[in-house]
DNA sequence: ATCTAACATC
């Protein structure tokens, strides 16, 4: 039964186990592991501990399985020094708890120590290898993952994978392609990444001729694949290809996936029908956060504030709790239409419910918010008295406010700060440069635009994409 | 039996 149940993620899984030790069953061998591999999945730590103290009280501390499983479940739920200290105490140890602990480094980009322990275990198996290779294309570098790519033995679907993503996440697209075509058994996985990795580097025309592709290979697309697509049509903006999308996911069943149902919002959102993504909405019985967060942020995208609070509302009623990303849907929205008190007020609700992480983005839309409403000393306290480093948008967006109301003294003190955290970044010299003409002081516009000079720093030129263009290069 | 790859709200 608990076997069963580890295998598709249930809190029931642990319940069993639970009900047999309240009955006095003594486990066997394969009872604990099995528990804990749902503890690992669910991410839920406090049962996982208690299986654990329920494993030293019946003698299992020696059995290699059940401390493979206790490790690998503190490393699924984040505590990687508990897992070493698991690793640590074991007598005997299989390829899997190395292997495990390696996996374990390289999730949280301790690369110095997944490598040191990758060479100092007696046997590597494919699957530490990948362990290994998945850290650097995370937090190392391309040309590390590629070198151990090519030393090892053998490669599975997984080792390919893990590098087409690599090259995807580092941006270079035609690498990962390359690899790609060069796989030889291409699983769905393996077009899910590939259709990331058009929509993640601004490509998402590829994703049409690519999707169909997929179809002609006579691979099936699952729900996460739908989800990559979905992202595609959002990119494009095309309601004909939405609405082909959606009748894709009607035809493989998968409407009744929340996940799904989330992504087809966002993806209305995009394309500028909310009418349709709040039908959508509607008629999502077990609407969660990020249901909510799809609808709130579009609506803020659209300028429409009074819908955001009526859905933040309704979000109260029903009992949903309000993350980071609700409250940066909401101070959009009233940074977008200079409701100062609004935002203030949710601003302070925010920050009262005390859960709630605070993001740089936060900060960025109070600043904009009550710049442009002319509190510019208030927006400066706030960004030097913010709990984060302040990013260069933030800053930027009290430089913009500075020009719209021509304060130019502490438009030069913000400028110094953006200089020094992008130098490369030609709109914050425009900017102060422009400033300075406008109050025709020549001498000083003339010096920033020698600065930029000289540091060889040039404005480009915009561009934009309409849905022609990318059914055009597809063609 | 236990370990590795993809996805949605910013």
Redesign the pocket.
Known sequence: MIRGY?RCPSRDGIAVYARMRQQLFLPG??DA??AL?CC?TLKALFEGEQIHADVLKLGFEC???VQ??LL?MYVKCSRIETAEQVFNNMRVK????W??MV?GYS?YGLLDKAKRLFHEMPIR????W??LI?GQTRFGDMEAAQWYFNHMPQR????W??MI?GYSKSGNVEKARMLFDRMNSR????W??MI?CY?ENGEPGEVINFFREMLAADVKP????M??L??AAAQLRSMHLCSWVENCINACGFKSD??IL??II?MYMECGSIERAFDVFQKIPNKD??SY??MI?GCAAHGDPSNVFHLFSLMTRANIQP?S?TF??ILTACAHRGLVAEGMSYFKLMLDLGYVELKS?HYACMVDLLGRAGELDEAYKLITEMPLKAKASTWGALLGACRIHGNVKLAEMVARKLFEIEPENPGNYAVLANMYAEKRMWDEAAIVRSAMEKKKVFKTHGSSWTEEDYFNKAL
């Open positions: 580890s061998d394969y592991p099995f591999k690992a059995n290699v399985f493979t499983a690998d299989s390829v899997v708890s292997t495990a996996a999730k198996n494919v699957v530490t990948n362990a998945d599975n679907t997984v080792s994978t893990i993503s699983e769905v996985v393996a899910t990444v990331s929509v699952d729900e996460v694949a989800l990559a979905l992202s929340i996940r989330n992504a966002s956060v990020i967060n799809s942020t993350n990303i940066i849907g983005e």
